[in-house]
Nanobody
């Protein structure tokens, strides 16, 4: 079983920065994938950034150059550094782990970008 807890969401002005954290517990040794998704109001959930088992990190085109995904040395914490935030980044951000064919999700961290 894997448990994921996000933190760091909030309200920020356009152009501002936020860093989301995800603390993972349980059996997360060598996950198939680990990263962040988001769901904006009225839209489907979409990939933001994800580290796959081959060591590559993929980003949504809309966040490339602005968001940075990182994983701690202890490997049970991941972060999403968000810079140059735009109103269209407003969404609930979810931490995600895929392992042995199972998908695990956190409860989500709301991010609102507004002046």
């Amino acid at each position: 079983q894997v448990q994921l807890v996000e933190s760091g969401g909030g309200l920020v002005q356009p152009g501002g920065s936020l860093t989301l954290s995800c603390a993972a517990s349980g059996n997360i040794f060598s996950p198939d994938a680990m990263g962040w998704y988001r769901r904006a109001p009225g839209k489907q959930r979409e990939l933001v950034a994800e580290l796959t088992s081959d060591g590559n990190t993929k980003y949504a085109d809309s966040v490339k150059g602005r968001f940075i995904f990182s994983r701690g040395n202890v490997k049970n914490t991941v972060w999403l550094q968000m810079r140059g935030l735009k109103p269209e980044d407003t969404a609930v951000y979810y931490c995600h782990v895929q392992k042995s064919g199972m998908d695990y999700w956190g409860k989500g961290a709301p991010v609102s970008v507004s002046s």
